[in-house]
């Protein structure tokens, strides 16, 4: 089974930056599209920005500009660097990663996230 654990998150005040990270553990894995999504309170959870196995990128309107979403296939990783954070960017950050169990075409595939972190922007 493939997990996803994510860091970086914490306080930090409007303008300010934060890098998230999202490690798989496993081997043997066969990563597609990684992503970032999140959920703030109330609300419903909303994809951030995606990134495929080719390294293309797609981001949610509001964060262009501002989030960068990169991998690390060597590392199983992918990163959410976030600058000129605002308040309404207040959330819990999940992290998505989907594949195949194996470099078979025919492996099983697999879908997982991450348990969330927490990222607060406020002065």
Do not use: H
Request: proline content about 3%; glycine content about 12%.
């Amino acid at each position: 089974q493939v997990q996803l654990v994510e860091s970086g998150g914490g306080l930090v005040q409007p303008g300010g930056s934060l890098r998230l990270s999202c490690t798989a553990s496993g081997r043997g894995f066969r990563f597609n599209d990684m992503g970032w999504y999140r959920q703030a309170p109330g609300k419903e959870r909303e994809l951030v920005a995606t990134i495929t196995s080719s390294f293309s990128t797609s981001y949610q309107d509001s964060v262009k500009g501002r989030f960068t979403i990169s991998r690390d296939n060597a590392r199983s990783t992918v990163y959410l660097q976030m600058n000129n954070l605002k308040p309404e960017d207040t959330g819990v950050y999940y992290c998505r990663a989907t594949g195949r169990y194996g470099a078979a075409v025919e492996s099983p595939k697999f879908d997982s996230w991450g348990q969330g972190t927490q990222v607060t922007v406020s002065s």
